[in-house]
């Protein structure tokens, strides 16, 4: 047998064999493993929230801001028409993670025109929270609400709130 007749069969042979083991990839696999998550009250989770007025308060864990004749030691019983409210410090946002985060927008679902609901944070002058505020871990920022209300209808009103924090 010549040697090019050899060599030609001998990498035949290798061809065949490597086709039958295949390669070092896979296109498939499973593995199984578990995921742990721990819900915490506002005031532990990773972005705490912290309730440093009478206006802002804990509710089954919750964070609840209150602008009516709920908080103790507060005779009045709501805002006017036709006015504009400043609540200094109202809340806390904490960086309880490991890395720092950025307050990037506070989603607000107004359930009139004639409400709006602002947060703030104090920064020479006042600056919309949501302005990309960076919080280092351990950081932690007081939060302003401003309500301006136009001539609305007098009556409780619910506004959710969505704080949209990133890493």
Same mark, same amino acid.
Request: net charge negative.
């Given at each position: 047998?010549? %040697?090019?007749?050899?060599?030609? @069969? *001998?990498?035949?042979?290798?061809?065949?064999? +490597? +086709? @039958?083991?295949?390669?070092?990839?896979? +296109?498939?696999?499973?593995?199984?493993?578990?995921?742990?998550?721990?819900?915490?009250?506002? %005031?532990?989770?990773?972005?705490? #929230?912290?309730?440093?007025?009478?206006?802002?308060?804990?509710?089954?864990?919750?964070?609840?801001?209150?602008?009516?004749?709920?908080?103790?030691? $507060?005779?009045?019983?709501?805002?006017?028409?036709?006015?504009?409210? #400043?609540?200094?410090?109202?809340?806390? @946002?904490?960086?309880?993670?490991?890395?720092? !985060?950025?307050? #990037?927008?506070?989603?607000?679902?107004?359930?009139?025109?004639? #409400?709006? /609901?602002?947060?703030?944070?104090?920064?020479?002058?006042?600056?919309?929270?949501?302005? *990309?505020?960076?919080?280092?871990?351990?950081?932690? $920022?007081?939060?302003?609400?401003? /309500?301006?209300?136009?001539?609305?209808?007098?009556?409780?009103?619910?506004?959710? $709130?969505? !704080?949209?924090? +990133?890493?």
């Amino acid at each position: 047998m010549s %040697t090019s007749r050899r060599t030609f @069969l *001998a990498g035949c042979g290798v061809l065949a064999a +490597s +086709s @039958l083991l295949g390669s070092a990839a896979f +296109s498939r696999t499973s593995a199984d493993r578990s995921v742990t998550v721990d819900v915490a009250v506002d %005031t532990d989770a990773y972005l705490g #929230l912290e309730p440093t007025s009478p206006f802002a308060t804990l509710v089954d864990g919750h964070l609840e801001l209150t602008f009516d004749d709920t908080p103790q030691d $507060i005779a009045g019983e709501g805002v006017n028409v036709n006015s504009e409210y #400043l609540f200094v410090d109202t809340f806390g @946002l904490i960086n309880q993670g490991v890395k720092t !985060i950025e307050i #990037l927008s506070v989603e607000v679902d107004e359930p009139s025109p004639d #409400l709006e /609901v602002t947060f703030l944070v104090e920064n020479n002058p006042w600056m919309p929270l949501g302005d *990309a505020v960076p919080l280092d871990p351990g950081d932690s $920022i007081n939060v302003t609400v401003e /309500v301006d209300v136009a001539d609305i209808g007098y009556g409780d009103y619910q506004v959710p $709130i969505t !704080i949209v924090a +990133s890493a």
